[in-house]
């Protein structure tokens, strides 16, 4: 499923770039979240096999030739734990903007650089 | 025997359980907190101890209730064990350390830290990579949330660059994984393998290796983790700085198989570029835990590229150097974060509070001195093995940029040290409040890492009690501080008797007479120290130290034992100078061109080939041909110690701002450690010459110090500095005379080496007398004294005399043995220029005594007495040694002459009192009787027929010529050789001074510039990090 990988690539990208142009903080954020989520549907691409199936053992697949029918689970698998740890981090991220515009009543990141050298 | 996975599962149930035991009240949840934490620690070191001691195999755990690879799996070998007691046990000592935040704080903190440290324990436990993946995201998440433990501005500024930073390199490790399971269709480390991967399957080992690469925050992609260590809590700090560093360290240490030669290599030297602009940055850093932070990341550098760089050796050996580096690092690195906790000062310069607390001090010095990487500690040994691998595969260049951001680390740690022990203080200021639960961790880690340093030199070098013995003396000293300083003072002398005695079946010839110089010199020198009146607490500790370790340098059997020795000298020499009440500057630079000099000793020890034989090294040293890089590094490090021109600007310093009664052992005896060195590598030369002269070049250096120094000791001030520059001239004439490499040379190297021991230790005990009773150092201040401190006056006469080498006392002999062996040599314009510089001496000595003792008393100096018994004996002891060899010149020159008979065909020929060279003769006898009869005759024919002399009485200003109560100023005696001064033009300039001078401000320069590259922006962090990620993919070419 080339088309996926290059879309999980694509939005890589352009999350890393939003990352580095956006200034606003919760913009940062998204960005890292689409680069995030790029990375997830990179990780499904590449355990998509073309023409299989859903890896779940029922009654529509035999269990003797279920690795030549279904697609590879691990990925679905990992991808899923991802997902939730990409959850916590942006959740996170996102309370230290609240608690950041908190103090300094600011959401850019030009805002926040007196540590330094 | 409980099953490590109870570790993930309890700290789990805990975590999850505590906000429900939290109804119960804090002490319970704190209980549990801590009961767990505990748990952890026994749980692990019971696994090591069966590990270690009862050699059990490696625990593989599985789960699930399947094998690997369908399931995950955990292991708990020698490693694994040894890294989780280290992390789980600082995790919980990190804990004791924040007991009071945490009574206070949330309980969410509580469950963050239980959770990071469980996360720890999988990341090191897991041999699955996507498990891998999701430990380490625990471990961040947690600490991203702890990073506000106290909630300010910066904290959370740096918490967030930390989140997007550990965001960034979190996508890469996960595309690293699943890329891995695409090429192998595994993900269990051991089912993969290099040869799994096509060419093209390496760019998912490099993503997974940047990854956890830039969680080690390699220079420059690092700004984010300095941010972090500067703002946030000082217990947070030591947990991210240690315990993360160490689990994400295993990570790499754990994929590290699987990468390919050259992408670890570009690693390592990754590693020590960042080693190198961490430290560089360092010196500009004035606040404490940036400080640390900067130190921390270069350490981390160290540890990768020890890690890169000897993989591939014997295990013992990588256990030795990156299992040192690592404990070293990792112990000093927390206690030290611990201490900025209590010390609470920012910036370095309010340090000065530490000297109000003793215990504070000695454990920031313990530490301190652990994360320099000097003896015993373990960074010294991995450092030493370290050096010796990249030294003999020929990586200098690894080598040179390692030593020199050491020496930049020396630099500012020091410099830190000395602003501790000396810096000035506010008057006003608090004392530090006494917090058990703060200081309990910081002082079991200093003593944990000296019971490992005391492990690894017992265990892995079987070193004696002998080596020991320096570290025993102070730890012994330590414990008897309480008793006044005069009985210590009695028992260090008898201790340094029964050690001189012990030493002596061990030594012969060449050794015995270094071992004259070295015990029993320092042995009549102790005597002056007996005048001090208060505890003088750590003085004779460090003291016996010194000695120790000049005993132990004459009876080294191999270059490590030598080097050590030396190493100790430096360290008790440094603390004894750092004693003297403005010794901040001088002692700092004896400190840095001391390390500069050992490192270059190192490079060249390392860089020699094995010695053969088990005899001493003075003497094994023989059979083995030096290269001559080794020579020449040796050399200069050994001419460092020397005080030779161009690295002599520490000298003046260090021995007159040193106490009073330090001077003689640092003036006197310390400098002969450096002639030994160089007679030491002598001896390897003039048996397997090498086809470059080196000690033609020493030569010329030995020449131009003694002539400088002579010019220098004639332009000061202060005695102390005068005596402290004749020192570096008499030194000079040494190394010159060593650098003959003849019998007549050597003889009169040593010969004057003895000389200087005696003559040198007297001037300085005599000035101590002075100072003591006029405080002050400045001559033009002091004059008349010769009424006042008769039997001082007599030393400093008789001690100049035998400088000079007039005729008839012991320098005489020496002066006559130096030019006959420069003649001889034919070395004639040496000898021209060395006996232009013995005019030049008269200069400082004649300042020397018509400043102090003749001339008019001045008023403030009606009153005062002559120096203390204490300071007369040793005087008068040693008089009597130069009246001994200045009537009997034999009892020197007979063993002398024997002694330097081993190396060479003796050149003179003894006979009775007469000794016959081949340019003539010289009977010192007779020359004494002479010169005896040349002044009594005069003496009684005046008494005779001139009795009738008329005293002059102070005030009888028309014979006195001099108006006392004018300004001192005004007098001959201040600023006495100005018209040489000026004769000499351009060239009275202080151009090495100035050299230096210029060579520090550059490297802060440079430290400075680099360090703008972290312009706080955490946009600016992520740029660098993709940017690494990049370049390193680019050299790489893959």
Do not use: C
Not at chain 2, 92 to 116: G, W
Not at chain 2, 417 to 439: R, Y
Request: net charge positive; glycine share 8%.
């Amino acid at each position: 499923m080339i088309f996926a990988l290059i879309l999980g690539f694509a939005l890589l990208l352009i999350g890393i770039y939003g990352m580095l142009s956006q200034r606003n903080l919760i913009k940062i954020v998204i960005s890292f979240s689409i680069a995030d989520t790029g990375t997830h549907i990179i990780i499904v691409a590449i355990g998509y096999l073309r023409g299989r199936t859903a890896p779940i053992l029922d009654k529509a697949i035999d269990i003797a030739n279920a690795t030549h029918k279904v697609v590879d689970p691990i990925p679905s698998a990992l991808v899923l734990t991802a997902i939730v740890i990409g959850l916590a981090v942006t959740a996170l991220m996102l309370s230290f903007i609240i608690e950041l515009y908190k103090k300094k009543k600011s959401l850019s990141i030009d805002d926040y650089q007196e540590l330094k050298w | 025997m409980v099953n490590p996975i109870f570790i993930l599962i309890l700290s789990l149930a805990a975590g999850f359980l505590l906000s429900i035991f939290e109804k119960g009240g804090r002490k319970l949840s704190l209980t549990v907190f801590y009961g767990v934490l505990s748990f952890n620690v026994f749980v692990i070191a019971e696994w090591f101890y069966r590990i270690v001691f009862l050699s059990e195999p490696a625990l593989i755990i599985n789960t699930a209730g399947f094998t690997a690879p369908l399931s995950i799996n955990l292991r708990l070998g020698l490693q694994e064990s040894f890294v989780l007691l280290f992390t789980n046990f600082t995790g919980l000592m990190a804990a004791i350390y924040l007991f009071r935040k945490f009574i206070k704080s949330h309980i969410s903190s509580l469950i963050l830290y239980l959770i990071l440290i469980m996360g720890i324990n999988g990341l090191v436990m897991t041999r699955d990579l996507f498990n891998m993946f999701v430990f380490m995201e625990i471990v961040s998440i947690s600490t991203y949330a702890l990073t506000i433990l106290t909630k300010t501005r910066d904290s959370l500024t740096a918490g967030f660059k930390y989140m997007i930073a550990g965001g960034t390199a979190s996508i890469f490790f996960l595309l690293g994984v699943v890329f891995v399971y695409y090429f192998t269709g595994n993900l269990n480390l051991d089912f993969i393998t290099q040869s799994d991967f096509s060419h093209f399957g390496l760019i998912s080992l490099f993503l997974l290796a940047m990854a956890v690469f830039i969680e080690l925050k390699p220079f420059p992609a690092n700004g984010w983790a300095l941010d972090v260590y500067q703002s946030v809590n000082s217990g947070i700090t030591s947990v991210i700085a240690v315990v993360n560093s160490a689990g994400i360290f295993f990570v790499f240490y754990k994929i590290s198989p699987l990468l390919p030669v050259h992408l670890l290599h570009i690693l390592g030297i990754a590693g020590v570029i960042t080693f190198f602009f961490s430290n560089l940055m360092g010196l500009k850093q004035t606040n404490a835990k940036r400080l640390l932070g900067y130190s921390s990341i270069g350490q981390i550098g160290l540890l990768v590229a020890s890690l890169s760089f000897t993989i591939h050796y014997q295990t013992s050996l990588i256990y030795l150097i990156v299992g040192g580096f690592f404990v070293n690092h990792l112990i000093a690195k927390a206690g030290l974060f611990w201490l900025t906790g209590i010390v609470e000062k920012e910036n370095l310069k309010d340090w000065g509070v530490l000297k109000n607390n003793k215990s504070l001090l000695i454990l920031f010095g313990v530490l301190l001195f652990a994360l320099s990487g000097l003896p015993p500690f373990p960074g010294f040994w991995a450092k030493w093995e370290f050096i010796k691998i990249l030294t003999q595969t020929k990586m200098f260049w690894v080598v040179g940029t390692i030593l020199l951001g050491s020496l930049f680390e020396i630099i500012f740690l020091f410099r830190w040290f000395t602003i501790a022990v000396k810096g000035d203080i506010d008057s006003n200021e608090k004392e530090i409040p006494f917090e058990f639960s703060k200081l309990f961790p910081i002082a079991l880690f200093s003593g944990i890492i000296l019971l490992i340093s005391v492990a690894i030199m017992k265990s892995y070098y079987d070193f004696t009690l002998i080596q020991l013995l320096p570290i025993i003396a102070v730890l012994g000293v330590y414990l008897l501080d309480f008793i006044p300083s005069k009985i210590k003072g009695f028992l260090s002398l008898i201790v340094v008797g029964i050690y001189g005695y012990y030493l002596y079946p061990f030594e012969s010839n060449l050794q015995l007479f270094f071992g004259i110089i070295f015990i029993v010199g320092s042995a009549i020198n102790i005597i002056g120290t007996l005048n001090r009146k208060n505890l003088s607490q750590g003085f004779y500790g460090f003291l016996l130290m010194m000695i120790f370790s000049f005993g132990n340098l004459i009876i080294a059997k191999t270059y490590l034992e030598f080097f050590l020795a030396w190493e100790f000298m430096t360290i008790s020499s440094f603390v004894l100078i750092l004693r003297g009440n403005k010794a901040q500057m001088a002692s700092l630079m004896y400190m840095i061109f001391s390390t500069a000099g050992a490192y270059l000793m190192m490079v060249g020890f390392s860089y020699a080939p094995a010695l053969n034989s088990n005899s001493v090294l003075i003497n094994s040293i023989a059979n083995v041909q030096l290269p001559v890089l080794s020579i020449i590094l040796l050399a200069i490090g050994f001419m460092i110690k020397s005080g030779s021109f161009g690295v002599h600007i520490w000298l003046p310093e260090a021995h007159a701002e040193a106490e009073s009664d330090v001077s003689p052992f640092i003036s006197a005896i310390l400098l002969k450690a450096g002639v030994f060195g160089l007679l030491m590598i002598g001896i390897s030369y003039i048996k397997n010459t090498p086809s470059f002269d080196v000690f033609y070049f020493v030569g010329w250096f030995g020449v131009i110090t003694a002539l400088v120094g002579a010019f220098l000791a004639s332009f000061q001030e202060d005695a102390k500095r005068l005596l402290a520059y004749s020192s570096m001239s008499q030194v000079g004439y040494i190394v010159a005379s060593i650098a003959i490499l003849s019998h007549l040379g050597w003889l009169s190297a040593m010969y004057l080496s003895f000389n200087h021991m005696m003559f040198k230790s007297a001037l300085f005990i005599a000035i101590a007398g002075v100072y003591y009773r006029t405080h002050t150092r400045t001559m033009y201040e002091m004059g008349g004294l010769i009424k006042k401190m008769p039997l001082s006056y007599i030393t400093v006469l008789i001690s100049i005399i035998a400088v000079s080498g007039v005729p008839p006392l012991s320098g005489f002999g020496a002066k006559w043995l130096i030019y006959s062996s420069f003649i001889e040599k034919g070395w004639y314009f040496q000898a021209g220029v060395l006996f232009f510089s013995s005019g030049v001496s008269f200069l400082y000595l004649y300042r020397l005594i018509h400043t102090i003792f003749l001339g008019q008393l001045k008023y403030e100096h009606q009153d005062i007495k002559e120096a203390p018994i204490w300071f007369i004996i040793p005087q008068y002891i040693f008089m009597a040694g130069i009246m001994a060899i200045s009537m009997n010149p034999n009892l020197i020159i007979q063993p002398l002459n024997s002694i330097v008979g081993h190396y060479f065909q003796s050149a003179i020929l003894i006979d009775g009192y007469n000794i016959t060279s081949s340019l003539g003769n010289w009977n010192g006898n007779l020359v004494m009787m002479v010169t005896m009869g040349v002044f009594i005759v005069p003496l009684l024919f005046l008494k005779l027929y001139n009795g009738k002399t008329q005293k002059v009485e102070q005030f009888n200003i028309v014979y006195a010529a001099e108006r006392p109560e004018s300004p001192q100023t005004t007098h001959i005696a201040h600023n006495m050789y100005a018209h040489y001064r000026k004769a000499l033009g351009g060239w009275g300039k202080p151009r090495i001074w100035n050299f230096w001078h210029e060579a520090t401000e550059w490297s802060h320069s440079f430290g400075d510039f680099f360090r703008h590259i972290y312009t706080g922006n955490g946009q600016t962090y992520i740029l660098h990090i993709i940017l690494y990620i990049v370049v390193i993919y680019i050299i790489l070419g893959v």
